[in-house]
């Protein structure tokens, strides 16, 4: 492990961190908060200090950024951007430091999950920085750093690999750096267009528009409301976040080859259909769930476990259709938004919610979850093992559409698929010894793991991970970074001997 | 630019590093799975995996849209046809790599008949370097600038005017000569005052032209010109190293242990005499007197045994030796064994193309051993940034070095102070990451 060069490129992370608070103090001074400017300024200046510190340990380093040196820096670049995504939370006092370390992970990992309980407390300058790292994970903070930094060269390839979603993920140009500019433009671009939509309601006002579509194009799913969507009841504004989660969750090459001309590019991707035909059958299975009466499920066991008693809400079928659009949506987007409490829903609803939970969004996108290309990937890998224990001689080649998937890239989704149960099983002990409630424990994990927010039960959308102790929280906060850097980049730091040097 | 390299064996994958270094979108087109991870994993450039002969494959790859496309693969049929159908669908500029003797003694027909811009032999431009370097010893590379007033040479030191406690700076250069670059043991570097020059090391010098003779004097110790030269290898490089060296007048006598192989040659080549042995044997190098003949140089496509039969030729008598390595790793290291030069065919071909690259924005260029050192000329443009600056306030980018500026018919050896005017000729040093920014500065 060649460390002087992590340091370097680790100085200039941290510095670039110290710059993006930068907006935040701006709109301190535009909303007076002038008592936490001080604490903004603090962080600032402790990032760029920490930054400049770490650059000058490692400014002799050679520049070559082998494999291992891409993931270590990936890896500690993540660590180092939630701890210093925290500053601005602890600097002005608005959160503990474990807190702040939960609310900062979540938040740039695109979780959404929130240990805030009294959202009016807290300044807008601070609420804009929680939004905003919404915005910054979701694309990639590191792909950021790969667009803005020249002459990476192959060595930017392997950071971009790292940090972005799906099973093989590579360039849209042949030169990395303008690919991951590419990204960002079209980001922006999506940006720009929602923040209008959302302000053309006349719901939001234009700091509400903004935070959001932040949120949205992320997958994260903080609010600048402790009612989350529901605060707005507008029709209007649920569809155009119901939009944005789709579009934030499909492949955003498909937008490039739409930009290029090719049009029908994102009904040829099987991966988009299969997407859209989940979520559009998802939706459909819980509006019945929902509507029809006998269908409803037992709900004593939320009563075991909140000790109060819940009033039997009756749907309408356009009620159940337009709760369950918004909460499907936001959940196999693992965006994490709430117009209504899922948790009161029947039985086959809230399971439904956990398998979506699971799948996640289409690869190349801003959503978590496993991705749609490797539940594909899966199944087919199965079907075909299936199959050759009564068929042994035939050979067939896995495709996805016209794809063939090497048989490296399915071992690879397999060692992926392993690794997430191994971590949620983990997860699970961890919540159980810290005296977390079986489905709790399990949905927090999960929800953590696959970077959605909200869970089931004591951690249900209309609760919050406060209930969580301390321990506990930091556990769930170092799972979101697993996940959202889809395991391997994690897992490959508790190998011992990638850290060791010469070996 | 946009480049489509097909094949990403040594060659594709070397030639797309050296653009790559240079800001070019690079795509490399290889069927081979394990060659295509392996240049996805080393390489800023994009892959595609299939035939580079498909025109569907060519076609969804954009080649339309390519500025150049090089056809690079072992094959010389499917270089033929990838180039050609790269060229039908639109590529600017084609370029295919050939290695028949067959095409290549007929090149300019076959590159009218079939479309293709430029045929390519990495083995025959191979055997023209050695011959280059056979008929002038040590003198590498030469290059002229600025219509032929200024030269830049690469030359191999065989005679160091520094060491005993003497330094560069106590070496008087004549007037008008710029020592530029200095490569040891593939480390390349800029030599300064203090620096000692061995015997062994490549050293770029850049002048005008009338001195650089005086330079070679210096730096080179007399040899008299090989008259009889002795090849291990009757493949594709033995094979048109001894046709040149033939029609230079030169005695050759080339080993080839097939028999097969012997009789082509036989016939191929009337004046050379031809043996079937293996040279790497002692016996077979001392039977046929090679302490008796001038050089030898070994030419088949296993390194371990050109490098080997080069050390037991030295050993056994032979003046002089040089030998082809196709991994550029060893090219560094031959020195080392005792052997005089070595030669790699990869850069032999990725040198030339890079040449017809910059060939595009330069108005002349070289480039030398693996793309590490490039020497180009700019004709400053009226209204580039540069104009009407000294060279004290022209903020170079690192990695450049401006060595000669011409006007009118005058050569000036700049110094800080020194300023540049409009169409001035600029002949610089530059390494491939600092080209495109020291372009910007001469050009509009």
Known sequence: MNYALLSKYLGFFAGAMGLLFLPSIGWAMWFGEWDV?????????????????????GRNADSVLYQREALGMVASAWFLAVSLGAL??????????????????????????????????????????????????????????????????AGGKQLFRSE???????????????????????????????????????????????????????????????????????????TILIFFMIVASINFSLYFAMIKGNLKSLFRDTECRVFIGVLVAAVLLVTANLALPHARGDLAHYREFTGESIEQVHYTWPHAFRTAAFQVTSMITTTGYATDDYDTWPHFSRMLIVWLMFIGGCAGSTAGGMKII???????????????????????????????????????????FVMNIAWIVTGAFVMSLLGMPLISGVSATVACLQNIGPGLELVGPHQNFSVVPDLGKLYLAFSMIVGRLEMFTITVLLVPSFWRVGR | MNIHIAGGGRVGSHLAALLAAENHDVTIIEHDLNRVEQVDYALDVSTIRGSATSVMLLQEAGVANADLFVSVTGLDEVNLIAAATAKGLGAKQVVARVDDPTYIESNILYETILGIDYLLSPNALTAMQLTRYIERPGMIATED?????????????????????????????????????????????????????????????VGKRDQMDQVQKIFQATTPKPERVMIMGGGSIGFHLAHMLEHEGRAVKVFDWDINRCKELAEALPKSKIVCRDATQRISLEQEHV???????????????????SVLAKEVGAQRTMCVVHQPDFAHIVGKLGIDHAVT??????????????????????????????????IVHPKAPAVKKTLSDLKMPAGALVCAIIRGDSVIIPRGPDRIEADDAVVLFVSPEALQKTKKLFTR
């Open chain 2, 291 to 309: 302490q008796d003949w001038d050089a030898f140089v070994a030419t088949t496509h296993d390194d371990e045994r050109n490098i080997m039969a």
């Open chain 2, 145 to 205: 600038f600025g219509k032929g007033l200024v030269q830049a040479r690469q030359m191999r030191i065989t005679k160091s005017p520094t060491g005993n406690g003497k330094t560069l700076k106590d070496v008087v250069l004549p007037e008008g000569v710029l020592l530029g670059m200095l490569s040891r043991a593939g480390v390349v570097s800029v030599p300064h005052g203090d620096s000692v020059i061995e015997e062994g090391d490549l050293v770029t010098f």
């Open chain 1, 374 to 416: 490797r539940v594909i990937i899966l199944l087919k890998m199965v079907y075909h093992r299936v199959e050759s224990t009564f068929r042994p001689k035939r050979v067939r080649a896995l495709r996805v559409g016209e794809h063939v998937i090497d048989e490296n890239v399915q071992q690879m989704v397999g060692a992926f």
């Open chain 1, 164 to 238: 972005s979603t799906g099973p093989d993920p590579h360039g849209l140009r042949p030169r990395i750096r303008e690919s991951a500019t590419l990204l960002y433009r079209i980001y922006f671009g999506l940006t720009i267009v929602q923040t209008i939509a959302l302000m053309a309601t006349r719901e939001m006002p234009f700091f509400d528009a903004l935070c959001h579509t932040f949120s949205t194009l992320g997958t994260g799913g903080f609010s600048t409301k402790a009612e989350s969507i529901e605060f707005y009841d507008s029709i209007v504004v649920e």
């Open chain 1, 88 to 153: 601005p939370y602890i600097c002005t006092g608005s959160l503990g430091v474990v807190d702040a370390i939960f609310e900062s992970s979540s938040g740039i990992t695109t979780t959404g999950g929130s240990v805030l309980n009294d959202y009016d407390a807290l300044p807008k300058s601070v609420m804009f920085w929680r939004m905003f790292t919404h915005w910054l994970g979701g694309m990639g903070i590191v792909v950021l750093f790969v667009a803005v930094l020249p002459y990476l060269g």
């Open chain 1, 37 to 57: 400017i001080m604490g903004l300024l603090l962080a600032s200046g402790a990032s760029l200090a920490i930054g400049g510190i770490l650059y000058i340990l």
């Open chain 2, 345 to 378: 065919p990869r850069a032999s071909l990725a040198n030339r193309v890079l040449k017809l690259v910059h060939q595009r924005t330069h108005s002349a260029t070289t480039v030398l051993e693996e793309g590490e050192v490039q020497i180009v000329e700019h």
